[in-house]
T-cell receptor, first 114, second 113 residues
Framework: DGGITQSPKYLFRKEGQNVTLSCEQN?????MYWYRQDPGQGLRLIYY???????QKGDIAEGYSVSREKKESFPLTVTSAQKNPTAFYLC?????????????FGDGTRLSIL | AQSVTQLGSHVSVSEGALVLLRCNYS??????LFWYVQYPNQGLQLLLK??????LVKGINGFEAEFKKSETSFHLTKPSAHMSDAAEYFC???????????FGSGTRLSIRP
């Protein structure tokens, strides 16, 4: 079955540590997205990529970095500069942007501080 | 600025009652519209989408939504609530001039026995 796989499901970060969240899709989608979700809040866009080797900052990119070396992969690194990383992180993909393609979501990674 | 508003962060209905979750968008140009559902500790699942083919859109799990241009609304309804409908629901819009979807802040639906 086609879909989006996020790993790990739970992740713990120590002070000063960078951690990387994995997102892989086998839907052959061009566009991929990372969102942050805090309790009782909606989704906030961190980064998005419309094509391989290209990505753009979303609304809350500070303290995060991404890469898009392969079409199927869009890993997110939460750096030590992100002082409040505890949240639920969601990865999504879509067939394109600027049209009516809905986004498909992974099951998320919950990040906590040790 | 382009935006989407969900009225009511929490809605509670009795099992078997009508479900109505409200969504309004900001632009006079009709965007593409979506409703998603999120169960605890899971990602978002697409319920339905509006793409201008028909104003009444039917989705999964018995949900439907009606696009009303005059009211800039896309409210989600279900005639009879089931306990399994308890979840968070997100309305989202995609404007043709934009490259990303804008999500509402979500409405948590609770079902009373």
């Amino acid at each position: 079955d086609g879909g989006i796989t996020q790993s790990p499901k739970y992740l713990f970060r120590k002070e000063g540590q960078n951690v990387t969240l994995s997102c892989e899709q086998n839907l052959n989608h061009d566009a991929m997205y990372w969102y942050r979700q805090d309790p009782g809040q909606g989704l906030r866009l961190i980064y998005y990529s419309q094509i391989v080797n290209d990505f753009q900052k979303g609304d809350i990119a500070e303290g995060y970095s991404v890469s898009r070396e392969k079409k199927e992969s869009f890993p997110l690194t939460v750096t030590s500069a992100q002082k409040n990383p505890t949240a639920f992180y969601l990865c999504a993909s879509s067939g394109g942007t600027g049209d009516n393609q809905p986004q498909h979501f992974g099951d998320g990674t919950r990040l906590s501080i040790l | 600025a382009q935006s989407v508003t969900q009225l009511g962060s929490h809605v509670s209905v009795s099992e078997g009652a009508l479900v109505l979750l409200r969504c309004n968008y900001s632009s006079s140009v009709p965007p593409y519209l979506f409703w998603y559902v999120q169960y605890p500790n899971q990602g978002l699942q697409l319920l339905l989408k509006y793409t201008s083919a028909a104003t009444l859109v039917k989705g999964i799990n018995g949900f439907e939504a009606e696009f009303k241009k005059s009211e800039t609304s896309f409210h989600l309804t279900k005639p009879s609530a089931h306990m399994s409908d308890a979840a968070e629901y997100f309305c989202a819009v995609l404007y043709s001039s934009a490259s990303k979807i804008i999500f509402g802040s979500g409405t948590r639906l609770s079902i009373r026995p």
